[in-house]
């Protein structure tokens, strides 16, 4: 049970969705994070995106690893499977759960630090698996827990708060995912809600692994001048690349695009942020446009968000193990564990 438990205070009737439940039943404990913490922007994402889908919360399975970022699974979704395993591996305990029981919605939150650090193995071989989850990196750039040290995605002459700068080049989830094959590739912002629910929603749906990397200022120790990772920074160097919404399949997608075009707009607290519409000929499913595009953009200093890139195309991990097709938690006991005498026949046929 959370240490400290949501106050329930409904000043009008909550809306429900397709399985009669409000945004209430996709909430958590109360956040202990620090007051302005990009995480929590995150969490509200979440809730909304599952109350969207009206997926069942016992049929999701939250994971994560150690950090900051880690945390987050207890402020959504209380009635949900939940596992928080050691610094780096949530990936792997996520492919053994996805591996037991299919049908569960799996959910990974994790940290850069997490996951490009000591986790970037267990990463890698996940994105190769294709294994069916979201995978959420809440990417703020340094260490929160150990006083704002420079992770693996600290930008080079990123400063941090006491004045050094960064001299190793970064490691990019999006350029690493493309790398890899991944077939799921989004980046968000967490101050960027209305852009963030619908990729979240798009990652859960999706067939495979769906990396979602979400640019979340720390503001203890990652939020001031001279740092790549803050709010001020996002503002001033966002592009939404795509107009990014998840419509369900049951519904027909109408829309129209303007050309290729950049527009500052003045926020106001002073920020500029730059809104470009979808550029002439980008196709979301070709890699090494993909891949080339997105170099371009960072080497002007933009900050590239939306879905950027999809491919349907390849089996997720069950297809491609053959495994069966309920799960191995839904197996009769007598088929995951056949005896002694059917391991010495399998042994045989070895020698």
């Keep these: 049970m959370p240490s400290i438990t949501k106050p329930l205070i409904p000043l009008l009737p909550l809306a429900r969705n397709e399985l009669g439940l409000t945004m209430q039943d996709y909430q958590g404990g109360m956040s202990t994070l620090c007051a302005g913490c990009g995480h929590d922007s995150i969490t509200a994402a979440l809730i909304q995106a599952f109350f969207e889908l009206s997926l069942p919360p016992h049929m999701i399975a939250k994971l994560s690893g150690i950090g900051c970022s880690s945390k987050t699974p207890a402020y959504f979704a209380s009635r949900a499977h939940g596992f928080n395993s050691v610094h780096g591996r949530m990936a792997t305990i996520a492919t053994g759960a996805g591996a037991a029981n299919r049908e569960l919605t799996l959910v990974g939150v994790s940290g850069d630090g997490d996951s490009l650090s000591i986790g970037l193995g267990n990463l890698a071989h996940a994105i190769r698996r294709n294994v069916n989850m979201a995978y959420l990196i809440e990417n703020n750039g340094v260490y929160g827990l150990t006083k704002g040290q420079f992770s693996a995605s600290a930008d080079v002459g990123s400063r941090s708060r006491r004045g050094d700068s960064n001299l190793l080049q970064p490691v990019d989830p999006i350029m690493l995912g493309l790398s890899l094959g991944a077939t799921f590739l989004a980046r968000g912002f967490s101050g960027d809600k209305a852009q963030l629910v619908p ?153």
Aim: aromatic share 8%; with cysteine; hydrophobic share 35%.
């Design 199 to 351: 990729i979240l929603k798009a990652a859960v749906a999706h067939r495979g692994f769906a990396l979602v990397d979400i640019i979340s200022p720390c503001v203890q120790f990652n939020d001031h001048e001279g740092s790549t990772k803050s709010y001020r920074y996002m503002r001033d160097h966002e592009l939404r690349e795509i107009e990014t919404d998840f419509i369900g399949q049951h519904e027909e997608i109408v829309g129209s695009l303007a050309r290729d075009r950049a527009t500052a707009v003045t926020m106001h607290d002073g920020a500029r942020v730059q809104f470009r519409t979808v550029p002439e000929g980008y196709d979301p499913k070709d890699r090494g446009q993909v891949e080339a595009y997105l170099r371009e953009r960072t080497g002007r200093g933009e900050i590239v968000t939306g879905l950027l890139f999809l491919d349907e195309s390849q089996q997720d991990m069950h297809e491609t193990a053959l495994t069966p097709p309920n799960g191995l938690a839904q197996l009769p006991f007598s088929k995951l564990c056949p005896g002694s005498a059917e391991l010495e026949s399998f042994q045989d046929g070895l020698r």
